[in-house]
Structures are given as C-alpha cells and as structure tokens.
T-cell receptor, first 117, second 118 residues
Framework: DTGVSQDPRHKITKRGQNVTFRCDPI?????LYWYRQTLGQGPEFLTY????????KSRLLSDRFSAERPKGSFSTLEIQRTEQGDSAMYLC???????????????FGPGTRLTVT | AQKVTQAQTEISVVEKEDVTLDCVYE???????LFWYKQPPSGELVFLIR??????QNEISGRYSWNFQKSTSSFNFTITASQVVDSAVYFC???????????????FGAGTRLAVHP
C-alpha cells in the first residue's frame, strides 16, 4: 500500500520545545497539504505545496510554524517554542494538482497527534 | 467567504435504518467542489465522494447516495440500511477551483458523529 504516511504518529512534548513532523505523500501526487484538527472539530487548513513551492499559508500558521518540501516529495512541519494551544492532530494530505479538468480529491495520512504538556 | 455548516452534531440510529446527513455550504464562486469524508474511530479521513458545481446529478454508490442542490446550497448524504460499521464522524467539505483547474484548500464542516447501534 502506498498511501500517505506520517511520522511520528504521536508526540508528547513540553511547552517551549521544538517539534518536527514528517509527511510522505502518495508518490505521483504533486500537491501536499497540512491541516490541523482539534477535538470535535473539522480539519483546518494550514498550508499547501505544489511540488516544492509553498503556494498558500493560512493565518493559523503563526511565525512559530514552518513547513518545507525541499525536493517536492516529502514535507516537514516544524513548530518552534510549542504552546499548550498547539495540542492537536496534524494531518497531511496529497493530491494530483496540475493536470487540469476537475479538481482532485485529497488523500489523508493517519495524522500526528501532538500533546504539549 | 467559504463556509460549510453541518447542523447535526450527533445522530444515533438503529441498524438497518436510513439516515441522512445534512450539509449546507456558502461560496461566492461559480466553480467549486464539494466532498464528503468519513473519519472512523481509527482517525484516518477516508474520501467518499467529490462533486463539482456544474454537475447536479445525484449519485448512488451501494448503500450511499448524495443529493446536490445548488438552489439550496446543500449537499446531503444518505446511508440506506445503516450498519454498525458506518459508525464514524462524517465531514462535508468545500473547495474553490484553483488556477490550474485543480483546487486548493478544503474548508470542512464541524462534522456529524453517526452512531449505529445493533
């Protein structure tokens, strides 16, 4: 199975520490998305990449958050100086994106659950 | 601004009952896409269906059916003869078309938690 994978699946960290998450998209997908989901809510968009270019960033993505996709394949999401409010599930998704025609569905990974103590 | 409203927070049914999950959306764009995703207890979002704004035909896939009505900005999802395995949180989502003809971010509703009891 070559679905979207995320690592780690769970992360517990102390407030003020930095954390980094990794996402490996489906290999032929050129678009990659990050979302955040808190308990009882739907996922909220954070940012997305087409190949290595970061095309959109949400206002939710404060200066403490940074995302990269250096070679247009895997992506990392780093949170610096974590706060308790950062506790959430961080979801990665990928899709095709530049072949024209109808929009393409996004396929999601299992997520990384972050707990900031 | 884009917005998706799923007014039903939780629905509880007995197995074999039919159940409809409501979704109402807001957008100013004429070209957009609507989606339904399922999030079972394991947590991973599973894609169910995509519909573009120019295609109002209803769709049926096994026990699942979707009713898209632009006049009321609704995209409702019906499960016929529900089963315990249908228990999950269901999300409706909206996206506008991107410049390339694809689309960008998904705007999700808050979800409807469906519990199907034996």
């Amino acid at each position: 199975d070559t679905g979207v994978s995320q690592d780690p699946r769970h992360k517990i960290t102390k407030r003020g520490q930095n954390v980094t998450f990794r996402c490996d998209p489906i290999s032929e997908h050129n678009r990659l998305y990050w979302y955040r989901q808190t308990l009882g809510q739907g996922p909220e968009f954070l940012t997305y990449f087409q190949n290595e270019a970061q095309l959109e960033k949400s206002r939710l993505l404060s200066d403490r958050f940074s995302a990269e996709r250096p070679k247009g394949s895997f992506s990392t999401l780093e949170i610096q100086r974590t706060e308790q409010g950062d506790s959430a599930m961080y979801l990665c998704a990928s899709s095709l994106g530049d072949t024209g025609g109808a929009g393409h569905e996004q396929y999601f990974g299992p997520g990384t659950r972050l707990t900031v103590t | 601004a884009q917005k998706v409203t799923q007014a039903q927070t939780e629905i509880s049914v007995v197995e074999k009952e039919d159940v409809t999950l409501d979704c109402v959306y807001e957008t100013r764009d004429t070209t957009y896409y609507l989606f339904w995703y399922k999030q079972p207890p394991s947590g991973e979002l599973v894609f169910l269906i995509r519909r573009n704004s120019f295609d109002e035909q209803n769709e049926i896939s096994g026990r699942y059916s979707w009713n898209f009505q632009k006049s009321t900005s609704s995209f409702n999802f019906t499960i016929t003869a529900s089963q315990v395995v249908d228990s999950a949180v269901y999300f409706c989502a909206l996206s506008e078309a991107g410049a390339s003809g694809g689309y960008n971010k998904l705007i999700f509703g808050a979800g409807t938690r469906l519990a199907v009891h034996p």
